[in-house]
């Protein structure tokens, strides 16, 4: 069973305000220049609770059971990303042209296997895709970046 953490306000309100930050960026706040940083924010403070759960694993255990927390991983997002997936799908069916299905296919299947970074990155330096409209799942693009670094972290701090 899961040690249950101690409540961080000062995490929380870090993740809040990283939050926001994206929020506000998004909606077009003129006076909130640059609330990508929001992301770097929440990815650095992330990294720093992962790090502290994967050190306090092996303290206590003496070593990480790598297959558990993966599965811790898969259980936390597994269900918020099919739905969002699901969603996608089932949606850009039903409102755009048959033209975006494969496109769009695409980049569901790319953010299932947590690569579609890869993916809009390759898109956006095909000079014959700069007029395509963007892709209903260009958010997922953080969530790829963060789990392609919990597959290589663990394993790289976990080493002895």
């Known amino acids: 069973m899961a040690e249950r953490r101690a ?6 309100g870090l993740r809040a305000i990283s939050v926001l930050a994206v ?13 990508y940083i929001g992301v770097d924010v ?4 992330s990294g720093y609770l992962m790090t502290s759960v994967l050190f306090r694993e092996a303290q206590l255990h ?6 558990k927390f993966y599965a811790r991983r898969a259980r936390r997002l597994l269900p918020a990303a099919l739905a969002a997936l ?6 850009t069916v039903i409102l755009l042209p048959p033209q975006r299905w494969a496109s769009i296919g695409a980049d569901i299947v790319a953010s299932a296997g947590y690569v579609v970074n890869w993916r809009l990155a390759g898109g956006a330096v095909d000079y014959l895709s700069q ?16 789990e392609q670094f919990y597959f290589v972290w663990p394993l790289l701090i976990c080493q002895r």
């Open 7 to 12: 409540f961080r306000p000062d995490i929380e």
């Open 62 to 67: 003496g070593s990480v059971s790598m297959s």
């Open 86 to 91: 699901s969603g996608t799908a089932l949606l």
């Open 23 to 35: 929020v506000w960026w998004h909606a077009g706040i003129g006076w909130l220049p640059g609330g």
């Open 42 to 45: 929440f990815f650095v403070i």
């Open 131 to 146: 007029d395509d409209p963007p892709s209903p799942l260009q958010h997922f693009w953080s969530l790829a970046v963060e």
